[in-house]
Structures are given as structure tokens and as C-alpha cells.
């Protein structure tokens, strides 16, 4: 059984807003970082954003910045993704990744132990 659960994908319309969420079934602080990574139809899958569970700091792909904004809630142990401005370009599969690797690097998916099934996000034009 997986650890992380991902929800809250939908359709949108390019423009809008949507939050994604990730159910962890351990304390988040069980990890050093939690993050999201994202896939779309013929493309390499890619990291969007990073948090350490400990000091709450952010890392961000340059195509998000300034758009998305990955939070935690440790009560709820929930790692959302708030997605705004959203463009088609962001129509993937997101994944809800967690691990214990310090560097927290969006750029070493292979560093992220635990993976949730994914949800789809669909931006249309």
C-alpha cells in the first residue's frame, strides 16, 4: 500500500487556479522532503517544487515560479500544490514524491523513495 495519496485533479480552463493535494500516511517529518513532480503526454517527467519538512524551504522549477506555491500542513499531513495562471503547458500527470536526501533537488527524482499513483491536471485553451 502507498504511502503518499495524491487528489484534487481536474480540467481548467487556461487562467485559473486549482490546488492539488497529497495525503501522506506517515508524519511528514518522517521525511526530509516532499515534492511534486509532473508528467506530460510524450515528455521526460519533471520536478515542479520541493519543501523540507524541517525548515519549510522551497525550491521551484523555472516554469512554475511565481505560479505555483508547495505548502505543508503537518496536522492534516498534507503536501498541497497551489497552481495559478494556469497555460495547456501544464496538463500533465502530478506526482506527490517524498524522500530523505538532504539536497531536497527536484533535478534527482531518483532520490524520492516513496511515490503516490499520480492525479491529472488538464489546462484547456
Known amino acids: 500500500q502507498g504511502q503518499l495519496a495524491e487528489s484534487g485533479g481536474d480540467s481548467v480552463q487556461a487562467g485559473e487556479s486549482l490546488t492539488i493535494s497529497c495525503k501522506s500516511a506517515r508524519y511528514i517529518t518522517t521525511y526530509n522532503c516532499l515534492a511534486w513532480f509532473r508528467q506530460a503526454p510524450g515528455k521526460e517527467r519533471e520536478g515542479v517544487a520541493s519543501?523540507?519538512?524541517?525548515?519549510?524551504?522551497?525550491s521551484y522549477a523555472d516554469s512554475v515560479k511565481g505560479r505555483f506555491t508547495i505548502s505543508l500542513d503537518l496536522a492534516k499531513k498534507t503536501v498541497d500544490l497551489q497552481m495559478s495562471s494556469l497555460t495547456p503547458e501544464d496538463t500533465a500527470i502530478y506526482y506527490c514524491a517524498a524522500g530523505q536526501a538532504n539536497s531536497c533537488d527536484i533535478e534527482r527524482a531518483y532520490e524520492y523513495n516513496d511515490w503516490g499513483q499520480g492525479t491529472q491536471v488538464t489546462v484547456s485553451s
Open positions: 519543501i523540507r519538512s524541517l525548515f519549510r524551504t522551497t
